[in-house]
């Protein structure tokens, strides 16, 4: 069973920074591709980026130069620093873990842009 928390959310100014942590709880950590994702209201949920279990790190061209994806196999982590912070990054902010066809989501965490 496995099960993704994420924290470090919050309200930042544009052009700030955050960051994102995600704490992977159960086995085979390293056999999954990481992800983050969010939603803003009233649209759907996109992806923001992935660092898959071969080592491949992707990131949305939204975000492209603004945010990094990185993952700590032995700790169980994947993080999203998040530099250069705009109004329209706001959203919740979801953790995915992703393994042969199977997905879980962590309960997400805010994270809001403004002045």
């Known amino acids: 069973q496995v099960q993704l928390v994420e924290s470090g959310g919050g309200l930042v100014q544009p052009g700030g920074s955050l960051r994102l942590s995600c704490t992977f709880y159960g086995n085979a950590f390293s056999l999954y591709t990481m992800g983050w994702y969010r939603q803003a209201p009233g649209k759907e949920r996109q992806l923001v980026a992935t660092?898959?279990?071969?080592?491949?790190?992707n990131t949305a061209d939204s975000v492209k130069g603004r945010f990094t994806i990185s993952r700590d196999n032995a700790q169980k982590t994947v993080s999203l620093q998040m530099n250069s912070l705009k109004p329209e990054d706001t959203a919740v902010y979801y953790c995915n873990a992703a393994f042969r066809g199977i997905g879980v989501w962590g309960q997400g965490t805010q994270v809001t842009v403004s002045p």
């Open positions: 660092f898959s279990s071969g080592g491949n790190a």
